[in-house]
């Protein structure tokens, strides 16, 4: 089946991703100028994925349990 994943702000979302990353490193040769833009284009890139200001995202998976 289908879950929806609530994943906060899309503000702070983008900098746990990028800080759990490699690409973290990239980012942080970035001055203020391009972090800021770096986070308002993605924040107006996640606009249709907010319900009430928090990003959401449909996540298919399956869950299998076993007991021996």
Known sequence: GETML????PDAFLWSYVN???VA?????L???GRATLEREYVQACAPLL???VLQ????MTTVSAVK
């Open 6 to 9: 609530e994943l906060g702000p």
């Open 20 to 22: 759990s990353t490699p």
């Open 25 to 29: 490193a990239a980012v942080a040769r």
């Open 31 to 33: 001055d203020a100028e």
């Open 51 to 53: 319900t009430d200001g």
């Open 57 to 60: 995202g449909r996540v298919r």
